[in-house]
């Protein structure tokens, strides 16, 4: 079955500095990879969708790489802010049939530092 | 407008009672997801509702588990003999489509912890 694996170790940085964080997958490549948002208490935010023909995607100072041969995506954060502080989560689609059912890694804890 | 709402927000019980856990999804959003969420883990998929469609109760880990959902709204998800390994964060999530690439809005969950 697939299984995700992220760092589960939290990644400390401070202000400014670029975050990376990464999300390694088993088995087949699947068709999206999707990064989420978890702050304490709450459920997770969608961030940013990338499909396998894509190599790459950005949004404002979020950027996600999907390289199927690796079978890894990284998800980065530039100029990163305090308020960036908080899991972040990597997810596949792991129905054939694309109907959006999920399957998480167990999230990367960052702290950015001021 | 609102989002994805659950009750209780939290939940404590005895082991071996049942509970029965809300959802109110977006007004207007055809699919239904559930998820448990145990501490420091993953979210994993329990079951998921399309519109009219049979629902895909795959990822229900026993018998104990069942959920309902009326027409394209409030859905409920029911835990029968209720065990310590039940204990986790329930969440739900919505989305307008149900496709791998429509966004699932989640609620903020339901923490339930068995005694």
């Known amino acids: 079955s697939q299984k995700i694996e992220q760092n589960s170790e939290a990644l400390n940085i401070q202000e400014g500095k670029t975050a990376t964080l990464t999300c390694n997958y088993t088995?087949?490549?699947?068709?999206?990879l999707q990064w989420y948002r978890q702050d304490p208490g709450r459920g997770p935010v969608f961030l940013l969708l990338?499909?396998?023909?894509?190599k790459e995607k950005r949004k404002e100072r979020l950027k996600v790489t999907f390289d199927t041969t690796l079978k890894q995506s990284l998800f980065h954060i530039t100029a990163s802010q305090p308020a960036d502080s908080a899991t972040y989560l990597c997810?596949?689609?792991?129905?054939?049939?694309?109907?959006?059912?999920?399957?998480f890694g167990q999230g990367t804890t960052l702290q950015v530092k001021p | 407008g609102a989002g994805v709402s659950q009750s209780p927000s939290n939940k404590v019980t005895e082991k071996g009672k049942d509970v029965e856990l809300r959802c109110d999804p977006i007004?207007?959003?055809?699919?239904l997801y559930w998820y448990r969420q145990r501490l420091g883990q993953g979210l994993e998929f329990l079951i998921y509702?399309?519109?009219?469609?049979?629902?895909?109760k795959s990822g229900l880990p026993s018998d104990r588990f069942s959920a309902e959902r009326t027409g394209e709204s409030v859905s409920t998800l029911t835990i029968q003999r209720t065990q310590q390994e039940d204990s986790a964060v329930y969440l739900c999530?919505?989305?307008?489509?149900?496709?791998?690439?429509?966004?699932?809005?989640f609620g903020p969950g339901t923490r339930l912890t068995v005694l």
């Open positions: 999530a919505s989305s307008l489509y149900g496709g791998a690439t429509d966004t699932q809005y």
């Open positions: 088995n087949y490549s699947p068709a999206y």
């Open positions: 990338i499909r396998e023909n894509e």
């Open positions: 997810a596949l689609d792991m129905s054939s049939s694309n109907t959006g059912k999920l399957i």
């Open positions: 007004s207007g959003h055809t699919a």
């Open positions: 509702f399309q519109g009219n469609s049979a629902p895909d």
